[in-house]
């Protein structure tokens, strides 16, 4: 190939790139027709932001016939792309013509020898900045919102390309795109490092489909073999190869898998439950703005079967236990999706659903009970239900709600039996569903008095600021997380005085712990038991309960409680009543 500038030099020296304004060959001026224009006003809706032109420059680079290499230097000033392909002869008619009108050019929307489409990309290409296109002896100029009012760009604006000699013969194709500065985010912005890091993404898979490297800010994008994309993954993984594409899967549903047409970054899925990449052998069917797939597309429609087997394949090698939600969505709207499908078999054992006691259950055993429950998020009487042999379904779970959705779904291939109301059943059953405080505390025996008001001491001691009452549940106690805490004839195990001081210790330390209410659905996760392991554990709070135990040893209890200065509440009329 003809030696000729390399990328560095073009960033780096503006006097080579042309002759001054004054010396155009043709003087030319190249026009879009009023059709063009309209596709022009769609591109500029479509192209999200610079990336997208700059991809549209690099993939003409990749098309380009003879081209080994496209080289790309990004700046927040100019980005530069410069192929060594055989170039295109800008002095020619039909050179021009596919330069500067939409939707001219060779390629073919069912070619799969380019990557490109349509020809329309120089138009999201001259709607970032002022654009010079130059090959072999000539360069195309355009400046779209006419900011530029010297050199090539004085006499163009709008969508007119002007055409002028340039001072040497140049091999391939460079685009200089000089940045509109609201096409730029800031430099130090976190959107710019963005910018690039999302530009190497689009060309991840490019060589391995073309043999063509990209090169980005000096450093090639290439990833390889698709398959090495999963080769050390942590996480169960399967690759696999058909006619259409290359699958490389990995168990990483949060992360989505990245789809690439012939090499180049589509989008990513989230909807089939895994991670990894597939590449597609030939171009997949785009969308207008080339960020999603055309619902027509029949290669994309082999490789969505071929996703959905390889998918059932990897999901049998992860245990039911690390299933995330997003897996057992997946799983049940794929059984719920065909009665005749093998997955609906093939997951029905799988422990898919949660019970109220957050344990998992699966349709099975869910089909064959006489009647299951539902409830949105666990409650006491639920759990107590579901530990007596019931089925009591939790829809905070996403699976599990969808499955309620599917119970009522007379298009669904899936059934449930009949429900109980859960809270009639816990009722019947004897088993407490409510959380009540007790406002009328006159109306407390005589242990519960002491333990309340021991409770109240401890509180003070402690420096614990929440109010403290006595109430009715099934917990140990309960707290709103921020204003009070409710204790219960349970947060005691035994009458004997040093056993239930302890128990109550205890007790108040793990409900001031709490930052959000302990109703329900208490967070008893990692940050949780550091920080109520941290209460209990710390000397000054064990050394004041030790100190309080010693006064009421040497004092007894009456006179800790005046010298705290914590008696009882009596409330007018009302016996009962529930905290708010």
Known sequence: MTDHPTLSEFATNEATDSRPASQPSTDETVTMTADERVATYLIEDQMADLTDAIREAVQNGIDSPGSTRVLVSISPERSLILDDGTGVDLESTEGRRNLSVLGAGSKQRSDDETIGEWGIGKGAIIAKGAVRIWS??????????????????????????????????????????????????????????????????????????????????????????????????PHPSLTRETEDAVLALEYTPHEGLDIYSNGLYVTTKREYGLGGVVVSKGNLTLNFARNDIQSGCDRWQRIDNALEQARDDLYADVSDDRLTAESREVMIEAMASDGDDASDEQWADRKLF???????????????????????????????????????????????????????????????????????????????????????????????????????????????????????????????????????????????????????????????????????????????????????????????????????????????????????????????????
């Open 136 to 233: 072999r002896d000539a360069a195309l100029c355009f400046d779209y919102r006419d900011r530029r009012d010297s050199g090539p760009w004085a006499d163009v604006s709008g969508r007119d390309g002007q055409v002028v000699d340039t001072e040497h013969h140049l091999e391939g194709m460079l685009v200089k795109i000089s940045h509109y500065e609201d096409e730029v985010p800031n430099p130090d912005s976190y959107r710019w490092r963005r910018y690039v890091r999302d530009l190497r993404k689009r060309f991840a898979y490019v060589q391995s489909r073309t043999g063509v490297s990209v090169v980005v800010n000096g450093e090639p994008v290439d990833k390889g073999d698709p398959f090495e994309a999963v080769a050390d993954s």
């Open 354 to 580: 949660q019970l109220a006691t957050e344990s998992r259950i699966s349709l099975e055993e869910i089909q064959a009970a006489p009647k299951i429950g539902w409830v949105d998020g666990a409650q006491k009487g639920a759990d107590k239900l579901v530990e007596r042999g019931y089925i009591v379904l939790d829809t905070s779970d996403s699976a599990t709600q969808r499955l309620c959705d599917l119970a009522t779904d007379e298009d669904t291939s899936i059934t449930v039996p009949e429900t109980f109301d859960v809270g009639e059943q816990a009722e019947s059953e004897g088993v407490w569903t409510g959380y009540h405080r007790i406002e009328d505390e006159s109306q407390l025996n005589a242990d519960q008095r002491r333990y309340l008001r021991f409770a109240r001491v401890l509180a003070k001691e402690l420096g614990i600021e929440r109010n403290v009452y006595y109430g009715e549940a099934s917990a140990d106690a309960w707290t709103d997380g921020r204003t009070y805490i409710v204790i219960t004839d349970s947060a005691v195990t035994s009458r004997q005085r040093a056993v239930w001081m302890h128990d109550l210790y205890l007790v108040m330390l793990h409900e001031a712990a709490h930052g959000t209410s302990s109703r329900d659905r208490p967070s008893h996760g990692h940050h949780f038991e550091s920080t109520y392991r941290s209460l209990v554990e710390e000397p000054n709070n064990r050394r004041s309960f030790a100190k309080l135990v010693q006064q009421v040893v040497d004092e007894g209890f009456e006179s800790v409680f005046e010298e705290y200065e914590v008696d009882l509440q009596q409330s007018e009329g009302v016996s009962s009543g529930q905290v708010r």
